[in-house]
């Protein structure tokens, strides 16, 4: 079996995780997009995975603002929306905006309004607030408690729209603890919306490993590599 056939094949086994697990939390298919990320993957692999037709309506998301930018010419002339899922440095704002249709990264007010401040005039960024919900130390995110507070400080910032939240989950074998940590991220995005940020919808959160958890608890866009990919080759 050549490689292609495998993605493709893998790419329809996420597709069909998805809509069982879509189906037994009573939710529809199509209010659950996936994003793949391509992170440490050739551009051309990239290519070849997101112009499958078992791809369409896909999202590609990036973690390194280098790897957008090594590979955004390559892929400049598809349509598919990508997104940055790691962290952004102040200093490279300008090229993750050139690279990235939304930043799912933003996690204090400094950088919402560094954003706010590079956005060309008369346009809109997409953003979403990443929350630390298992509290490990080593994720990316605000903390649970200033989740709210922060993202309606960047709900308010000219030139931004919020989209939602965004969380990498605990990694824990424990699916209880870590479905607990996504339903705080919906309690999150509940109560953001009841302040009347309307525009705050998505939560972007559950990953190959555990995504059946997160679409039970309401994720809207699951991340996926290892599933569709294999295991990464460690740089
Ligand atoms: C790599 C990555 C994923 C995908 O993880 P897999 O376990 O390979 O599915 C999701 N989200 C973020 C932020 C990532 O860096």
Sequence with gaps: ????????????????????????????????????ATKTLDADVVRTALELPEAA?????????QELVAKGPALADLTVETHLIGPLQ?????????????IESV???????????????????????????????????VVPEDALDLAVQIAGL????????????????EADLVRTGYARLADIRDRTIAEGVATATELSMGMSGDLELAVAEG????????????PRQVR
């Design 107 to 141: 996690a204090s007010v400094d950088l919402g309004r560094r954003l706010s401040e590079r956005v060309p005039a008369g346009s809109t960024l997409d953003v979403m607030v990443q929350v630390n919900v298992s509290g490990e130390p080593t994720k990316h995110g």
């Design 90 to 102: 102040s200093n490279k704002v300008n090229a993750a905006l050139r690279w990235a249709g939304c």
């Design 1 to 36: 079996m050549n490689q292609t056939s495998t993605v493709a094949q893998r790419l329809t086994a996420v597709r069909e995780r998805v809509e069982s697990a879509a189906h037994a939390a009573g939710r529809s298919p199509d209010d659950v997009r996936v994003l793949l």
């Design 158 to 173: 000219p030139g931004l729209r919020l989209l939602g939240f965004m969380t990498v989950g605990a990694n824990s074998p």
């Design 57 to 65: 309506g896909m999202l590609r998301g990036e973690n390194r603002v």
């Design 219 to 230: 994720a809207t866009l699951v991340r996926v590599g290892t599933a569709v990919f294999g």
